[in-house]
């Protein structure tokens, strides 16, 4: 027997044993189970509870097979349920192909499901692709002997539906009870707020009272339901299976790069469904991945260029008229001092590198940042000298992956929450701390839920104090890192300075790995293709001449800009000082900048504004030339996840009308005179090919030390303000879906028991941008003096509305 | 053979004496002293001797109980637990109620050696959630126990800490099963759970357990006084020792006649004074509703574990329920079916749908609708439930319908060529001759 060598073998040979099913011998890992080794020679044993990724349940029955020899000469006198039977060596299985007895069992079994269930496949969202419906036909009678038994049988029913969450409904009556949907709930998430209730014919899946299904990842019980009973308020009655067409797609809501299915009918997306990748989301995505999608329908989505007018309104314009409109206003802004360039975490990679390009090649700039989000230049250091240009298969050799999260002894978590942050890294540390004995560590305030459904530890930390808890842990006796340890570093630790630094040394010293995690799908994409002031594609520094030597070559221009451009906040500082007069902006949405307002300021007072937006914003209402670009269901393009991994997609919609922001950049730059050399995705993958990652010299990062201030400071000064987005909030992305919307968790002040007992249930927060008031939730190990909010659950975000990151608060009981 | 020299009472002999439940009337007779025996013993030597006397499971399945002890592997370093199994909820069935009632500390005794046999420092008595007189009872003779000092920390000096916890069921049949038992006492939903793991290796709170019916366990007490060799003397060759025989129904004096194992059901039925007057056996039930069912043919067989087998049935819990000729078998059967239905947990498929679909055909029949394509049909939604389901509920399910069909096929024909029931449902009850069709 030939077999497939395993990738780069590093692990020992797994033991095998050999078994007999239908009469062919097979050689499986030891304790796989009958239903899967019979799969290995082609059998599919029907099942309904089984799944690979949920600990065996045994409970529908459906896959006995007979077991004529256990391995020890002697068979089993029944049936056996083949999903919850280790094969043994030398065991014989029959199943329903070879043994009558095994096709009795499973026809009675099937008849037996079918005897309660509706059959009410015309009018159910399941019809079509439907196991149950599929294996009645494959393994089942054809006529039901229940109506014509006894005085015709009588069917037990339940009035339909019923609400497990605002998003999350169930039919009772077609429902099987095969668990598939609890046992995630319980196993995957460690989310058990679905449970049975009652028994015999009349269990049922049910919630306790007031107490819904509020999990991130609901949506993925619908998508597992072996039947039609689980369905989402999003899509229930919307279409039929048959009439969609299923295109696989990369999420692009976060950075863990989740394979997703897009199932559109007549160029409109009815759906989202987890893809499967193994290596990366296994077979599970966050309700933000699978629901939000409607943003890209939403009735101010931009269909046509616009120039401001003599008159200084926007009218719409043809795409010619638009180029040359732009091209011109931004020569002009050049030669009066410059154009800055910002952009936002929704690009594709393709997308960034023709941002980078056109920075370098057309503006003569390096000022530009990918980074719409409160910013330093420790933090550009960390990323130049320690995560761009490395990847599973990158040549700086193996990131950190999904997979070594399973494997390693311990992850350490700073600034960094991965339920509400990177769902998919949630679920694997999840997996990790209940089946490999994975340790987390997080480096935070307090003990979120999500922290304790990985049985994590806490490492109580006030914002600001972040470095002196990274350094502590070399060597710490309890929980010390090592060369087996994975660090993940959130964005947000760019908040604090000394963080990364702090991160950079414990690495060096301890040999522990490290990735960086930002929030946004784009973000990595944006560092490796030179989104950065300091940074070309492939990472090649600025600094460096022969970096930019290589990259002109590259690109067949004579230099490139040697100075080091300004950072997002710099270039939002110079446009509001009247330094740069000229501004190329996509996919920013003030709000989420270190200074709202300053940034909303500086756009106001650009000279010249190009925005490049999906839909109508504050951005694009203030710009001089506005041009819509596709949302990523209309375009092909590559996100880079966390790991540094490539997660290339097609289009899934075909909209000749919908360009992406590459096509865009590029006309432009013709006008310009300075021809990028690309016009689609695939030309600008293909130098991105060329170009390559950079072989030389890797940045070096400059340690910032930690102020050495107690960040505690004077408790009487106030509250410290640590904040972070949930996963569900007010995100432009997230618009359109009000189910969803609805499964959001709400906007609470979370204090310390002794704040709380003494302000009572809302308080109000005071910062030096304003204050918000909001119900104050009590956290038993809040850290004293800190005061925890969701960044952008209300008003108009925490950054317009109250203070940034790590601030100091005043805070006041009841409405102020 | 006169009846005394019959019957073997043991663990009924104290039932008649005054305040038969109390620590002092029990230590008068005798109570205790096996535990203050067994505490010099080793603990190997006690399961040597469960082992030897031959005491298979009191609780239905008969399997040897010394054998389960030795399966807890003593090298495991997590706690050991003994857990006995009260849930006496299957029909017919009524000898640990009385049991508990009359001589708790019988129970009481052999939870403490069997525990000491096995290592294990916390039991459980788990019981039906519906007999709180009985749950009261325990409770207090546990009570009296450990202000006795036989229970709690160094017990009587020997160095060996026990404590029992009795819990009360909530009211389920199925937690009668070991495994739903254990979930129901983790405070879990009361569902089998998937084995292997056995209970042995990883039970309650995944630690080695021992699961015991509380006539097993109260049978420990007297093979420790009287020796592996006296209890091996009675019952039969692989059916050792004296069990409760809890015989209900149409006979003359129903209750509880403790034997040896192997008397078989003429002696039972002449010692509880004859079938009622003037009628005479139809059918009966060797070991509650789960067994399948016997008839007249079957009066002399061994009532233990291999004489059952041999006759398709099995030996259960000794729960004879026995039927006159006055009794409808379709009734009867229909009314069992409807308990497994309504006891159905829910988990697998053929005993929550099958018994779902069980009652609507019975019921058709007892009512004269359907055909008698229906009895085949019946039969074969047995088959495709026995056997097939989760834990052995299903399969008990089954019994009554495929037995009485297999020996009262006429009868069931009768009620579709009759339009209904030819029998006067009246006439099987004991007010049945003033509310007779005829007599009335």
Same mark, same amino acid.
């Given at each position: 027997?030939?077999?497939?060598?395993?990738?780069?073998g590093?692990?020992?040979?797994?033991?095998t044993?050999?078994?007999?099913?239908?009469?062919?011998?097979v050689?499986?890992?030891?304790?796989?189970?009958?239903?899967?080794a019979?799969e290995?020679?082609g059998?599919?044993?029907p099942?309904?509870?089984?799944?690979?990724?949920?600990?065996?349940?045994g409970?529908?029955?459906?896959?006995?097979?007979?077991?004529?020899?256990?391995?020890?000469?002697?068979g089993f006198?029944?049936p056996?349920?083949?999903?919850?039977l280790?094969?043994?060596?030398?065991?014989?299985?029959?199943?329903?192909?070879?043994?009558?007895?095994?096709?009795?069992?499973q026809?009675?079994?099937?008849?037996?499901?079918?005897?309660?269930?509706?059959?009410?496949?015309?009018?159910?969202?399941?019809?079509?692709e439907c196991?149950?419906?599929?294996q009645?036909?494959?393994?089942?009678?054809?006529?039901?002997?229940?109506?014509?038994?006894?005085?015709?049988?009588?069917?037990?029913?339940?009035?339909?539906?019923?609400?497990l969450s605002?998003?999350?409904l169930?039919?009772?009556?077609?429902?099987?009870?095969?668990?598939?949907?609890?046992?995630?709930?319980?196993?995957?998430? %460690?989310?058990?707020?679905?449970?049975?209730v009652?028994?015999?014919?009349?269990q049922q899946?049910?919630?306790?009272?007031?107490?819904?299904?509020?999990?991130?990842?609901?949506?993925?019980?619908?998508?597992?339901c072996?039947?039609?009973a689980?369905?989402s308020?999003?899509?229930?009655?919307?279409?039929?299976?048959?009439?969609?067409?299923?295109t696989?797609?990369?999420a692009?809501?976060?950075?863990?790069?989740?394979?997703?299915?897009?199932?559109?009918r007549?160029?409109?997306?009815?759906?989202r469904?987890?893809?499967?990748d193994?290596?990366?989301?296994?077979?599970?995505?966050t309700?933000?991945?699978?629901?939000?999608?409607?943003?890209?329908?939403e009735?101010?989505?931009?269909?046509?260029?616009?120039?401001?007018?003599?008159?200084?309104?926007?009218r719409?314009?043809?795409?010619p008229?638009?180029?040359?409109?732009?091209?011109?206003?931004?020569?002009d802004?050049?030669a009066?001092?410059?154009?800055?360039?910002?952009?936002?975490?929704?690009?594709?990679?393709?997308?960034?590198?023709?941002?980078?390009k056109?920075a370098?090649?057309?503006?003569g700039?390096?000022?530009?940042?990918?980074?719409?989000?409160?910013?330093?230049?420790?933090?550009?250091?960390?990323?130049?000298?320690?995560?761009v240009?490395?990847?599973?298969?990158?040549?700086?050799?193996?990131?950190?992956?999904?997979?070594?999260?399973?494997?390693?002894?311990?992850?350490?978590?700073?600034?960094?929450?991965?339920?509400?942050?990177?769902?998919?890294?949630?679920?694997?540390?999840?997996?990790?701390?209940?089946?490999?004995?994975?340790?987390?560590?997080?480096?935070?305030?307090?003990?979120?839920?999500g922290?304790?459904k990985?049985?994590?530890t806490?490492?109580?930390?006030?914002?600001g104090? !972040?470095?002196?808890?990274?350094?502590?842990?070399?060597?710490?006796?309890?929980?010390?890192v090592?060369?087996?340890?994975?660090?993940?570093?959130?964005?947000?630790?760019?908040?604090?300075?000394?963080?990364?630094?702090?991160?950079a040394?414990?690495?060096?010293?301890?040999g522990?790995?490290?990735?960086?995690?930002?929030?946004r799908?784009?973000?990595? %994409?944006?560092? !490796?293709?030179?989104?950065?002031?300091t940074?070309?594609? %492939?990472?090649r520094?600025?600094?460096d001449?022969?970096?930019?030597?290589?990259?002109?070559?590259?690109?067949?221009?004579d230099?490139?800009p040697?100075?080091?451009?300004?950072?997002?906040d710099?270039?939002?500082?110079?446009? %509001?000082?009247g330094?740069l007069a000229?501004?190329?902006?996509g996919?920013?949405d003030?709000?989420?900048?270190?200074?709202?307002?300053?940034?909303?300021?500086?756009?106001?007072?650009?000279?010249?504004?190009?925005a490049?937006?999906?839909?109508?914003?504050d951005?694009t209402?203030?710009?001089?030339?506005?041009?819509?670009?596709a949302?990523?269901?209309?375009?092909?393009?590559t996100?880079?996840?966390?790991?540094?991994r490539?997660?290339p997609? !097609?289009?899934v919609?075909?909209a000749?009308?919908s360009?992406?922001?590459?096509?865009?950049l590029?006309?432009i730059?013709?006008?310009?005179?300075?021809?990028?050399g690309?016009?689609?995705?695939?030309e600008?993958?293909?130098?991105?090919e060329d170009?390559?990652?950079w072989d030389?010299?890797?940045?070096?990062?400059?340690?910032?030390s930690?102020?050495?201030?107690?960040?505690?400071?004077?408790?009487?000064?106030?509250?410290?303000l640590?904040?972070?987005?949930?996963l569900?909030?007010?995100?432009?992305?997230?618009?359109?879906?009000?189910?969803?919307a609805?499964t959001a968790?709400?906007?609470?002040?979370?204090?310390?028991?002794?704040?709380?007992?003494?302000l009572?249930?809302?308080?109000?927060?005071?910062? !030096?941008?304003?204050?918000?008031?909001l119900?104050?939730?009590?956290?038993?190990?809040?850290?004293?003096?800190?005061?925890?909010?969701?960044?952008?659950?209300?008003?108009?975000?925490?950054l317009t509305?109250?203070?940034?990151?790590?601030?100091?608060?005043?805070?006041?009981?009841?409405?102020? | 053979?006169?009846?005394?020299d019959?019957?073997?009472?043991?663990?009924?002999k104290d039932?008649?004496?005054?305040?038969?439940?109390?620590l002092p009337?029990?230590?008068?007779?005798?109570?205790?002293?096996?535990?203050?025996?067994?505490l010099?013993?080793?603990?190997?030597?006690i399961?040597?001797?469960?082992?030897?006397?031959?005491?298979?499971?009191?609780?239905?399945?008969?399997?040897?109980?010394?054998?389960?002890?030795?399966?807890?592997?003593?090298d495991?370093?997590?706690?050991?637990?003994l857990?006995?199994?009260?849930?006496?909820?299957?029909?017919?069935?009524?000898?640990?109620?009385?049991?508990?009632?009359?001589?708790?500390?019988?129970?009481?005794e052999?939870?403490?050696?069997?525990?000491?046999?096995?290592?294990?420092?916390?039991?459980?008595?788990?019981?039906?959630?519906e007999i709180?007189?009985?749950?009261?009872?325990?409770?207090?003779?546990?009570?009296e126990?450990?202000?006795?000092?036989?229970?709690?920390?160094?017990?009587?000096?020997s160095?060996?800490d026990?404590?029992?916890?009795?819990?009360?069921?909530?009211?389920a049949?199925?937690?009668g099963?070991e495994?739903?038992?254990?979930?129901?006492?983790?405070?879990?939903?009361?569902?089998?759970?998937?084995?292997?793991?056995?209970?042995?290796?990883a039970g309650?709170?995944?630690?080695p357990?021992?699961?015991?019916n509380?006539?097993?366990?109260a049978?420990?007490p007297?093979?420790?006084?009287?020796g592996?060799?006296?209890?091996?003397?009675m019952?039969?060759?692989?059916?050792?020792?004296?069990?409760?025989?809890s015989?209900?129904?149409?006979v003359?004096?129903?209750g509880?006649?403790?034997?040896?194992l192997?008397?078989?059901?003429r002696?039972?039925?002449?010692?509880?004074?004859?079938?009622?007057?003037?009628?005479?056996?139809k059918?009966?039930?060797p070991?509650?509703?789960?067994t399948?069912?016997l008839?007249?043919?079957?009066?002399d067989?061994?009532?233990?574990?291999?004489?059952?087998?041999?006759?398709?049935?099995?030996?259960g819990?000794?729960?004879?329920?026995?039927?006159?000729?006055?009794?409808?078998?379709?009734r009867?059967?229909?009314?069992?079916?409807?308990?497994?239905?309504?006891?159905s947990?829910g988990?697998?498929?053929?005993?929550?749908?099958?018994t779902?679909?069980l009652?609507?055909t019975?019921?058709?029949?007892?009512?004269?609708?359907?055909?008698e394509?229906?009895?085949?049909?019946?039969?074969?939604?047995c088959?495709?439930?026995l056997?097939?389901?989760?834990?052995?509920?299903?399969?008990?399910?089954?019994?009554?319908?495929?037995?009485?069909?297999?020996?009262f096929?006429?009868e069931?024909?009768?009620?579709?060529?009759?339009?209904?029931?030819?029998?006067?449902?009246?006439?099987?009850?004991v007010?049945?001759s003033?509310?007779?069709?005829?007599?009335?």
């Open positions: 027997m030939t077999t497939t060598p395993e990738k780069a590093t692990q020992g040979a797994v033991e044993v050999s078994v007999t099913i239908d009469g062919v011998q050689d499986v890992p030891k304790d796989t189970l009958v239903i899967r019979a290995q020679i059998v599919q044993i099942r309904f509870c089984d799944h690979p990724l949920l600990a065996p349940a409970a529908c029955r459906q896959c006995l097979v007979e077991v004529p020899d256990a391995g020890n000469g002697r006198p029944k056996q349920a083949s999903c919850t280790p094969v043994a060596d030398g065991m014989v299985v029959n199943t329903q192909a070879t043994s009558e007895s095994a096709d009795k069992a026809q009675g079994v099937m008849e037996f499901l079918l005897i309660n269930h509706p059959l009410d496949c015309p009018v159910c969202d399941k019809g079509g196991p149950l419906q599929n009645a036909m494959s393994n089942g009678r054809g006529e039901s002997r229940f109506v014509g038994s006894g005085s015709g049988g009588v069917k037990r029913t339940f009035p339909k539906p019923i609400n605002p998003q999350v169930l039919d009772r009556e077609r429902c099987i009870v095969c668990q598939r949907c609890t046992r995630f709930a319980e196993e995957i998430p %460690g989310d058990p707020f679905i449970a049975l009652e028994r015999g014919a009349q899946i049910g919630i306790a009272e007031n107490a819904p299904f509020l999990s991130y990842f609901a949506g993925n019980t619908i998508q597992i072996p039947v039609g689980l369905t308020e999003s899509y229930r009655f919307r279409s039929r299976p048959f009439d969609l067409v299923s696989p797609a990369v692009e809501h976060d950075a863990c790069g989740s394979a997703i299915r897009v199932d559109h007549r160029g409109k997306v009815m759906r469904l987890a893809g499967n193994p290596e990366v989301n296994e077979e599970w995505i309700d933000k991945d699978r629901f939000a999608f409607t943003y890209a329908t009735p101010d989505r931009l269909t046509y260029p616009q120039v401001r007018d003599a008159g200084g309104a926007l719409p314009a043809s795409w008229e638009a180029f040359s409109v732009a091209a011109r206003g931004l020569a802004a050049r009066a001092g410059g154009v800055g360039v910002l952009t936002g975490g929704r690009l594709t990679g393709e997308d960034a590198y023709a941002y980078s056109f370098r090649v057309a503006l700039t390096n000022d530009i940042d990918f980074r719409a989000r409160p910013h330093s230049a420790e933090e550009a250091d960390f990323l130049a000298a320690h995560v240009a490395t990847g599973p298969d990158g040549p700086a050799g193996g990131s950190v992956t999904y997979g070594d999260l399973e494997s390693a002894a311990t992850v350490v978590l700073v600034g960094f929450e991965p339920e509400d942050e990177a769902g998919a890294i949630f679920l694997r540390l999840r997996k990790a701390a209940l089946h490999s004995g994975t340790r987390v560590l997080s480096i935070a305030p307090f003990t979120t839920r922290l304790s990985m049985h994590g806490l490492i109580p930390t006030a914002p104090d !972040e470095p002196g808890a990274i350094s502590s842990l070399l060597g710490h006796a309890e929980h010390g090592d060369a087996t340890s994975v660090i993940l570093v959130g964005e947000r630790l760019a908040t604090v300075p000394g963080a990364f630094s702090a991160v040394d414990l690495v060096a010293k301890s522990a790995r490290v990735a960086w995690v930002p929030r799908a784009g973000d990595r %994409g944006a560092l !490796e293709t030179g989104c950065l002031p940074l070309l594609p %492939g990472g520094p600025v600094a001449a022969q970096a930019r030597v290589d990259a002109a070559t590259a690109w067949g221009v230099s490139l040697e100075k080091a451009g300004r950072d997002g710099a270039i939002v500082a110079a446009l %509001g000082a330094e000229g501004l190329v902006i996919g920013v003030p709000a989420d900048t270190a200074d709202p307002a300053a940034t909303t300021a500086a756009i106001e007072r650009a000279r010249f504004v190009v490049l937006d999906v839909r109508a914003s951005v209402r203030a710009a001089d030339v506005v041009f819509p670009v949302p990523v269901v209309d375009k092909a393009g996100y880079v996840n966390w790991e540094g490539p997660r997609f !097609e289009a919609l075909g000749p009308s360009l992406p922001d590459l096509r865009v590029a006309g730059a013709e006008e310009l005179g300075a021809t990028l690309f016009r689609t995705v695939a600008v993958w293909s130098q991105m170009i390559g990652p030389g010299a890797r940045a070096t990062m400059t340690p910032v930690a102020p050495t201030k107690d960040p505690l400071g004077d408790p009487a000064e106030g509250l410290l640590s904040t972070w987005k949930q569900l909030d007010q995100g432009t992305m997230q618009a359109g879906d009000k189910h969803l609805a968790r709400p906007a609470v002040a979370k204090v310390g028991r002794t704040v709380y007992d003494a009572g249930p809302t308080v109000t927060l005071t910062g !030096e941008r304003g204050s918000v008031t119900p104050a939730e009590p956290v038993d190990d809040m850290v004293d003096g800190v005061v925890w909010v969701p960044s952008n659950s209300s008003g108009l975000g925490l509305d109250l203070a940034p990151p790590g601030a100091r608060l005043t805070i006041s009981g009841g409405d102020a | 053979m006169s009846d005394v019959t019957l073997t009472p043991v663990l009924t039932w008649g004496t005054d305040r038969s439940w109390t009337v029990y230590e008068s007779r005798g109570g205790y002293a096996s535990l203050k025996k067994a010099t013993m080793a603990q190997d030597d399961i040597a001797a469960v082992k030897d006397s031959g005491l298979r499971g009191r609780g239905g399945a008969g399997f040897p109980t010394g054998m389960k002890w030795s399966f807890i592997p003593q495991n370093p997590k706690p050991k637990y857990v006995v199994n009260a849930d006496e909820s299957e029909p017919g069935t009524c000898k640990d109620t009385p049991l508990m009632m009359a001589s708790p500390h019988v129970l009481v052999g939870v403490i050696i069997s525990s000491f046999a096995i290592r294990a420092n916390t039991a459980f008595i788990y019981i039906r959630g709180l007189h009985v749950i009261r009872r325990v409770q207090a003779a546990v009570a126990a450990y202000a006795a000092g036989h229970l709690g920390t160094n017990i009587h000096g160095g060996y026990l404590d029992i916890v009795v819990h009360a069921g909530a009211g049949y199925i937690c099963e495994t739903a038992l254990l979930e129901g006492l983790e405070g879990r939903r009361g569902q089998p759970r998937l084995r292997p793991p056995f209970p042995a290796v309650l709170y995944a630690s357990t021992v699961i015991n509380v006539e097993s366990i049978s420990v007297s093979i420790i006084e009287h592996a060799e006296w209890f091996a003397s019952g039969t060759e692989k059916s050792k020792g004296y069990g409760i025989f015989l209900s129904g149409h003359t004096r129903p509880q006649y403790e034997a040896p192997g008397i078989t059901l002696e039972l039925i002449g010692l509880s004074g004859g079938m009622r007057e003037g009628h005479q056996l059918f009966w039930t070991g509650g509703s789960s399948p069912l008839t007249d043919e079957h009066l067989l061994p009532l233990d574990f291999e004489g059952m087998a041999g006759a398709g049935t099995m030996l819990t000794r729960a004879i329920q026995l039927f006159d000729e006055t009794t409808c078998v379709v009867a059967v229909l009314r069992w079916t409807e308990f497994y239905k309504h006891e947990c988990k697998c498929t053929p005993c929550r749908e099958g779902w679909w009652v609507q019975l019921a058709a029949i007892e009512r004269g609708e359907g055909s394509a229906d009895l085949d049909l019946l039969l074969d939604q088959e495709n439930i056997g097939r389901s989760f834990c052995a509920l299903g399969d008990g399910a089954t019994s009554p319908i495929s037995s009485s069909i297999q020996y096929r006429d069931y024909v009768a009620h579709l060529t009759h339009g209904g029931c030819p029998l006067d449902p009246a006439a099987s009850t007010w049945g003033s509310l007779t069709r005829s007599g009335a």
